[in-house]
């Protein structure tokens, strides 16, 4: 009923900026929260950060201050802004969002992830 396209993936040099974009659709009413997160080899998926529908943000510490969240609503569309990315920052990064269905059941979507390498 909802897909998430996450784009934006790729190869970038320690220091290099990247931005993510996280595209919704599907039948979609609203969209509540919208997140990003990422799991390295190995590691469990960690939570990086999250928007509102409003624009407030919060951030992992392992993150604030190189990355920013932001949103379009009319696209139903999240991004992540990476700058000053470090080899620990590569892993698969996952968008997620909050939606209420026209339906108006709210479900819990996932994108399908995109790859992010850093090297040093």
């Known amino acids: 009923q909802v897909q998430l396209v996450e784009s934006g993936g790729g190869l970038v040099q320690a220091g290099g900026t990247r931005r993510l974009s996280c595209a919704a659709s599907?039948?979609?009413?609203?969209?509540?929260?919208m997140r990003w997160y990422r799991q390295a080899p190995g590691k469990q998926r960690e939570w990086l950060a999250a928007i509102t529908s409003g624009g407030s943000t919060n951030y992992a510490d392992s993150v604030k201050g190189r990355f920013t969240i932001s949103r379009d609503n009319a696209k139903n569309t999240v991004y992540l802004q990476m700058n000053g990315l470090r080899p620990e920052d590569t892993a698969v990064y996952y968008c997620?969002?909050?939606?209420?269905?026209?339906?108006?059941?709210?479900?819990?979507?996932w994108g399908q992830g995109t790859q992010v390498s850093v090297s040093s």
């Open positions: 599907g039948s979609i009413f609203s969209i509540n929260a």
């Open positions: 997620h969002a909050e939606v209420l269905l026209v339906s108006l059941a709210i479900i819990d979507s």
